[in-house]
């Protein structure tokens, strides 16, 4: 295999573990002499940031995508191999990723949580958590409107049952997620990296395991999952490794800066419309939680993400009494709510446009802890709607849903409330404020 080097530069530079600081061992998986051409496409590339870079220039880096992004992995160490590769430049990097999310509320939440940084390459990690073309095309349309000169990479994450479909002579399986990133990527020229080949490489040459106890198992392979989603130390060294041998291909071939053509969508109803309204502002007579107050983990006095239900919430609207009861218009296609889940979360009776209710259940199998969550109602004609959230009595068989019943048998009162507690209204579309007037945040 020809070396993929630009410059003398070895493309592992940057990327060890004592660069990050997090103490993984490196097994010396990063295979320096490793080409693949197979695991990038190139497509019209990153033209614009490579310029800024070379030319010493500041240049800031966004990030959006979930916990495979969020986590000290593969994110920090391709911001360290780019300051190693591009010493001149000022990088600044922006992380967006939030756990457990997937491109619907990324496409609504991307302006407010990184192009407002204004970035000039934005990385898009969400293929394992799910995504739709709708809803990837809207993020893309969003970056181009914002700035046609800003440049976007998808990267495609796996999980472990995938890795030996990316072994040499064999055929990859690919989710829908997947599909509908890539058929983005052709008609918006984005490039993209797949993460799995290196993966299907080790893994062929018996050095790798797919999924793991222990970072290294019993027949001496290095494990690349614990869990069969997150990838441990090596693993995302290896995803940054990819990440860094796709660029200095792009470097090599070259390219022009220019302003990137907007060009007609491939679905009409795409979420570039999508966006986020703080769900206090629709909450009549309903109290509500300062998430950075003191009282906020009184209310809610649980382990779990309160860091990142503060970044995500500034307040909560507290539903707490059978009947309490909110209602949002507005014009558009779609609408859900993210709200915050644990062992107190009860259901909620969904009534839009007048049709029958719909009961809507927010304890799911993972709240034993406090966490962000969130749902969409099917999609709608596009038009004016009116939907209206309504706390329901009863809580549900919690001790049969929770996935950790141990925590249930430990502290069953817990799990007694019936509450929910909603963060952020989401809709594709315009609000529809008291006096019927559109409006957005």
């Known amino acids: 295999m020809a070396s993929d080097q630009s410059g003398g530069l070895d493309y592992t530079k940057g990327i060890d573990s004592s660069s990050v600081g997090d103490g993984i061992r490196d097994y010396g ?16 590339g990153i033209p ?67 192009l407002v940084h204004r970035p000039d390459l934005v990385f898009v990690e969400f293929v394992v958590n799910g995504a739709g073309l709708r809803d990837v095309e809207g993020l893309v349309r969003k970056v181009r409107k914002a700035d046609p000169f800003t440049d976007i990479c998808f990267v495609y994450t796996l999980k472990s049952d995938l890795v030996a479909s990316y072994a040499p002579g064999s055929t990859p399986s690919y989710p829908s997620s997947l599909v509908a990133f890539e058929t983005v990527a052709e008609h918006y020229g984005i490039p993209s990296i797949f993460f799995g080949y290196v993966l299907g490489e080790l893994y062929t040459r018996g050095r790798l395991a797919p999924k793991a106890d222990e970072p290294v198992d019993s027949s001496g392979k290095v494990a690349f999952t614990k869990d069969g989603v997150h990838p441990l130390g ?9 990440v860094a041998r796709s660029i200095l291909s792009m470097q090599r071939l070259g390219g022009h ?30 109290e509500q939680l300062d998430t950075d107050a003191d009282d906020f983990g009184q209310a809610l006095p649980y382990a779990g993400l309160k860091e990142t239900i503060r970044q995500m919430y500034p307040r909560l609207v507290k539903m707490a009494t059978p009947g309490d009861s909110m209602t949002v218009s507005f014009e558009g296609t779609a609408f859900g709510i993210a709200d915050v889940g644990g062992p107190f979360s009860g259901r909620l009776g969904v009534v839009a446009d007048g049709r029958a209710p719909v009961s809507v259940e927010r304890f799911v199998k993972y709240n034993s802890y406090l966490r962000h969550q969130y749902f969409f109602l099917p999609e709608m004609e596009d038009g004016r ?51 019927e007037k559109p409006v957005n945040e």
């Open 385 to 435: 709607h009116t939907v209206t959230l309504t706390l329901l009595p009863g809580i549900a068989d919690k001790r049969e849903i929770v996935q950790n019943k141990a925590d249930y048998d430990r502290n069953p009162d817990a799990y007694k409330r019936g509450e929910v507690y909603i963060g952020k209204v989401i809709v594709v579309g315009t609000f529809v404020d008291a006096d």
């Open 234 to 242: 090596t693993g995302d060294q290896l995803y940054a490794g990819a």
């Open 29 to 44: 998986l990063m295979l320096p002499d490793y080409d693949n051409a197979k695991e990038r496409k190139v497509r019209d």
């Open 48 to 114: 614009n940031v490579l310029d800024k870079l070379e030319r010493g220039e500041r240049v800031t880096v966004g990030y959006i995508g979930g916990s495979i992004t969020k986590q000290r992995g593969w994110r920090p160490r391709t911001t360290l191999w780019l300051k190693s590769r591009f010493p001149d430049a000022a990088i600044t990097e922006v992380d967006a990723a939030i756990s457990g999310t997937g491109a619907d509320l990324g496409a609504a939440r991307i302006d407010g949580d990184l």
């Open 257 to 286: 800066p220019a302003a990137r053509d907007l060009k007609a969508p491939l679905d009409p109803h795409n979420w570039e419309k999508a966006t986020t309204r703080d769900a206090a502002d629709f909450a009549v007579g309903l």
